[in-house]
């Protein structure tokens, strides 16, 4: 197994933030969020669609559920699976796009 590639810590964005342990290049996996299925939304909760076009929730235990909102998003899901959306440099804060209900927040 290779070294970590993402840590949890003091968020200038917002109370805990992921940074990057290391670079990691554009469209490299970051890390599967991991959770327990979930109906009700709330704070650490993904939202994935499924094949038939619902949506799942996933109240998340690890720590890719600290992953905070940005309007310019470096990282994104797809189903579970977090990417890099470019070249992400070692402490970066690892962000992404939360959804239309965000589209004001920064």
């Known amino acids: 197994m290779g070294r970590r590639k993402y840590y949890t ?21 970051i890390g599967v ?13 993904l939202w994935v669609e499924r094949a038939d076009g619902e949506y799942a929730g996933l ?12 309007s310019r998003p470096n990282a994104e899901f797809d189903g579970e699976r977090l990417y890099a959306r470019r070249g992400l440099r070692r402490h970066e804060e ?12 920064s």
């Open 59 to 70: 109240r998340g235990s690890n720590g890719l559920r600290f992953v905070n909102h940005s």
């Open 94 to 105: 690892i962000t992404f796009h939360y959804g239309p209900d965000w589209d004001d927040v």
């Open 9 to 29: 810590g003091k968020s200038a964005i917002h109370g805990t933030g992921v940074f990057a342990a290391r670079a990691i290049a554009r469209g490299e996996l």
């Open 33 to 45: 969020f991991e959770g327990v299925p979930t109906e009700t939304d709330g704070e650490h909760v």
